[in-house]
């Protein structure tokens, strides 16, 4: 079975993209092997056993605040040591607060200097747990190149970042460190250095903080919600719902059934389905319905040595004519999370984005010795015009336009990459006397996947640069 990446209106789809690039900056990484192959252009980045360093250079670059909400950190031999470089950040004058699940042990926290404040979440039974696994640094700086959020579903640990399959999502942005700081302050009590347990909120006892749950973060709509205050199933169901073509999940712990009830609904009405659970939600009441509507599209993560920690959720990567969108964070499917727990959960709509989080998945998917339909990309403007040929489609940056209509000799050519930037502009070039073909030599183009345009006809045609 085939599936479709349908491009319509790409011309539009473009300029947002170029407009709005310069409103913050994102970085996605996994802790697992990937597959490019099936990349639109950018490629997702596996960090070989160097999440914990990449983590330990963002503290070292905190000039004003750190305020980390963790579920658990523990140091051990042969990882980066963060406990120091939290160390340092305060030690060059960085306001550090620290929250952590009070139920885990958090070892690796000892080795923190005492006049770091921490606080760790109840235990009492009306609380869950503190299940996020944020840092957000410099949110009230004035450059807004500082602002960040470090978030996903990669725990502190050498196990998380060396070989439980997870993501890290890093974000450059103003609005939502911001976002996340309110979070933050909430459970802390208090805007200020010391924790206010007076004050404090976690779990059920939460409210909404948050004036907007929409962000517009390098021309990407994001959304945030923070449980149990924002009803985060309904978020996800929703984003379910509006699967028209494609729909992958990954999951730590799958234990509600809604969302199974929700999946295979999607997959009765010809949805193209495929997930992943870890081998410690088989023994949920999803795990035997989805095994048994999806099959061999459906796998059990049975490392013995370690889980599949994603939470995520891929929603039509393959259909750009739809809304291309990906959730990540701490949420869990399960009643917990809903209800009880500390969590967090962003929501990206975004192309780019969810072909990134497919990448990892579909590289998941085959390690477990599933095997994926793969997505074929067509123009649906080269269906209802043909007023010109760009070939080969796949070349080296050099190839050839062939002009079907009686028009002006002169014309502009304009490459555009997946992020709507010109890559190659190509002004009042004249076609030889005569022809209908015009040669593009030499582009210098990097690898990936182009849309050409060509003078004012509306249609773009792809090539994809090896």
């Known amino acids: 079975m085939k599936r479709t990446l349908i491009i319509s209106a790409i011309f539009i789809f473009c300029f ?17 092997p990937v597959n490019t192959s099936i990349s639109s252009g950018i490629n997702a980045v596996c960090l070989n056993n160097s999440m914990d360093d990449t983590l330990v250079q963002y503290i070292n670059r905190a000039k004003y605040t750190l305020d980390i909400a963790v579920y658990n950190y523990q140091q051990s031999s042969g990882m980066a040591d963060i406990a120091a470089a939290v160390n340092n950040a305060s030690a060059r004058g960085v306001i550090v607060r620290w929250i952590f699940d009070g139920s885990q042990s958090n070892s690796g926290m000892s080795a923190l200097n005492t006049s770091i404040h921490t606080l760790g979440s109840p235990t009492t039974s009306a609380y869950g747990i503190m299940h996020n696994k944020f840092m957000v640094a410099d949110a009230n700086s004035s450059n807004l190149n500082d602002p960040l959020v470090w978030t996903g579903s990669t725990n502190w640990t050498k196990t998380h970042f060396n070989s439980n399959v997870n993501n890290t999502v890093i974000i450059q942005d103003k609005n939502l460190a911001l976002a996340y700081l309110l979070e933050f302050n909430e459970m802390w009590g208090d805007a200020g250095t010391i924790p206010n347990t007076l004050n404090s909120k976690f779990g059920p006892y939460k409210t909404d903080p948050l004036t907007t749950h929409t962000f517009t973060i390098g021309g990407k709509t994001v959304e945030l919600y923070f449980s149990p205050a924002d009803s985060v199933n309904s978020h996800i ?142 123009d649906v403007n080269e269906v209802t015009e043909n007023k010109f040929e760009v070939y080969p489609t796949i070349n080296n940056g050099s190839f050839t336009i062939k002009w079907n209509q009686t ?39 990097k690898p990936g996947v182009y849309f050409v345009k060509i003078g004012q006809i509306e249609t773009l045609k792809k090539i994809i640069v090896q």
């Open 237 to 378: 169901l929703n984003i379910i719902s509006t699967a028209n073509t494609d729909l992958y999940f990954g999951m730590l712990t799958f234990s509600a059934d809604s969302y199974a009830d929700s999946i295979i609904n999607k997959k009765n009405n010809g949805v193209y389905t495929a997930g992943i659970i870890d081998q410690s939600s088989q023994f949920y009441s999803p795990n035997s319905a989805l095994s048994s509507s999806l099959g061999t599209n459906f796998k059990v993560y049975s490392q013995f040595t370690s889980v599949y920690h994603n939470k995520i959720l891929i929603v039509d990567p393959c259909n750009l004519s739809s809304d291309p969108t990906v959730i990540t964070g701490s949420f869990n499917w399960s009643t917990p999370a809903e209800t009880q727990n500390d969590e967090n959960a962003l929501i990206f709509h975004d192309a780019v984005t969810a072909n990134i989080f497919s990448q990892s998945f579909s590289q998941n998917f085959t390690d477990l010795g599933g095997v994926l339909a793969p997505c074929v990309i067509t």
């Open 16 to 32: 947002h993209f170029s407009q709005a690039q310069l409103n913050g900056k994102m970085k996605i990484y996994f802790t697992n």
């Open 407 to 445: 028009e002006s000799n002169n014309f502009d050519i304009v490459v555009y990459d997946l992020l709507g930037q010109k890559a190659a502009d190509i002004l009042h070039e004249k076609r030889p006397s005569g022809s209908n073909t015009f040669y593009c030599r030499d582009l210098n183009l």
